[in-house]
């Protein structure tokens, strides 16, 4: 079973920075593309990052440019989000996903909460 | 950015049939997927790539539409399909529609 579980989430302030992680198992994760999506409360979805299977590759939205970094660690089966410069509307669920080679997101962990806050 | 528009809202009564509309801003071939998101659940794949029904999805759902306009389809549709809808592009990066609130009378 493709199982994928975020962690990290938290209060933060604004300007500071804050690491997800999600922890794969259930498939060969370095085979994979994996992306980072967000929603905002009560809000529809966010795209905010993909990264290539080997890590060399990495996609962003104009949103986030700059100050998030998304990263895989294969040996630990393990992807990473290092957001930067925090802003409130950050404030937001963060998923974790699944990219699959038709360029679907088909594998959803549960979630990370991030709110961003003095 | 391509922009994908959905209707805010749907009301059915069980056992009818009914169908989920995503426009999209521009053309994204057939690079459009689907996604059920409960209150409280992370969002679940039902369709990929316009027409292809993910892995364990019932067939009451299906998927149609090419270039601009797609159309989910729920026939016929249960109680447990209380949910929102959300479509997504692939094409030109990553955009999502802000999602479709099916509820049943």
């Known amino acids: 079973e493709v199982q994928l579980v975020e962690s990290g989430g938290g209060l933060v302030q604004p300007g500071r920075s804050l690491k997800l992680s999600c922890a794969a198992s259930g498939f060969t994760f370095s085979n994979y593309y994996m992306a980072w999506v967000r929603q905002a409360p009560k809000k529809g979805l966010e795209w905010v990052a993909t990264?290539?299977?080997?890590?060399?590759?990495?996609y962003y939205p104009d949103s986030v440019k700059g100050r998030f970094t998304i990263s895989r660690d294969n040996a630990k089966s393990s992807l990473y989000l290092q957001m930067n410069s925090l802003k409130s509307e950050d404030t937001a669920t963060y998923y974790c996903a699944r990219r699959t080679g038709s360029y679907v997101m088909d594998a959803w962990g549960q979630g990370a909460s991030v709110t961003v806050s003095s | 950015d391509t922009v994908l528009t959905q209707s805010p809202a749907l009301a059915v009564s069980p056992g009818e049939r009914v169908s989920i509309s995503c426009r999209a801003s521009?053309?994204?071939?057939?690079?459009m997927h689907w996604y059920q998101q409960k209150p409280g659940q992370q969002p679940k794949l039902l369709i990929y790539k316009a027409s292809n029904l993910a892995s364990g999805v019932p067939a009451r759902f299906s998927g149609s539409g090419s270039g601009t306009d797609f159309t989910l389809t729920i026939d016929p549709v249960e109680a447990d399909d209380t949910a929102t809808y959300f479509c997504?592009?692939?094409?030109?990066?990553?955009?999502f529609g802000a999602g479709t609130k099916l509820e049943l009378k």
């Open positions: 997504q592009q692939s094409w030109n990066e990553n955009t």
């Open positions: 990264i290539s299977t080997s890590g060399s590759r990495t």
């Open positions: 521009e053309g994204v071939n057939s690079y």
